[in-house]
């Protein structure tokens, strides 16, 4: 069975670090592009960061770029989050996020999901 | 305020039909990108329901359809079910913003 297990979350003072992780189980970890997509309290989904199988490619979305970095270790089935800087905005939930197929495009979709980790941002 | 728009709710009475449509632009759906949709319960992850515009992943009975046609999409479940209430988001990729997209929401209520 895929499974993805985030954990890390909790909470933390405005301009302080947090590191996220997710354990991947049940599939070869090494042939995906993964992603971190987040939840903020009563909110819709926004899309944080991909990184691709062999860490060659990775992107952020506007509002965590150079702030948030995405890395993997594939000896260890496991995917990265490290925010600096942390912002009141960015209190969420923060899933891990697999790309359905090996071979990543543009047109993909999350597939499956962990079930996710809360981060709140206050003072 | 989200790349895709989506309503904020829709509602109707077990048996009946709905449609949440999904609105983007000329960046995203109306690019060519395809257009996916989640199905989201309470306190729980997001869950795939239509991928690549029009496919249902294995175990999501057909009462789940999607479409797509120029910048929209939209999702359609017929004989609503009580367990159907759930939030549903569309989500594409947008080639100004170079990254996915996610349309805001729609709360469903079955009455």
């Known amino acids: 069975e895929v499974q993805l297990v985030e954990s890390g979350g909790g909470l933390v003072k405005p301009g302080g670090s947090l590191r996220l992780s997710c354990a991947a189980s049940g599939f070869t970890f090494s042939s995906y592009s993964m992603n971190w997509v987040r939840q903020a309290p009563g909110k819709g989904l926004e899309w944080v960061s991909c990184i691709s199988s062999s860490r060659s490619y990775v992107d952020y979305a506007d509002s965590v770029k150079g702030r948030f970095t995405i890395s993997r270790d594939n000896a260890k089935n496991s995917l990265y989050l490290q925010m600096n800087s942390l912002r009141v905005e960015d209190t969420a939930v923060y899933y891990c996020?697999?790309?359905?197929?090996?071979?990543?495009?543009?047109?993909?979709?999350?597939?499956?999901w962990g079930q996710g980790t809360l981060v709140t941002v206050s003072s | 305020q989200s790349v895709l728009t989506q309503p904020p709710s829709v509602s109707g009475a077990p048996g009946q039909r709905v449609t949440i449509s999904c609105t983007g632009s000329r960046s995203n759906i109306g690019a060519g990108y395809d257009v996916h949709w989640y199905q989201q319960l309470p306190g729980t992850a997001p869950k795939v329901l239509i991928y690549g515009n029009i496919n249902r992943p294995s175990g999501v009975p057909d009462r789940f359809s999607g479409s797509k046609s120029g910048t929209s999409a939209s999702l359609a479940i017929t004989g609503l079910q009580a367990e159907d209430e759930a939030d549903y988001y569309c989500?594409?990729?947008?080639?100004?913003?170079?990254?996915?997209?996610f349309g805001g929401g729609t709360k469903l209520t079955v009455l």
């Open positions: 989500q594409s990729y947008d080639s100004s913003l170079s990254g996915w997209v």
């Open positions: 996020a697999r790309f359905p197929l090996p071979a990543a495009t543009r047109e993909d979709w999350f597939d499956p």
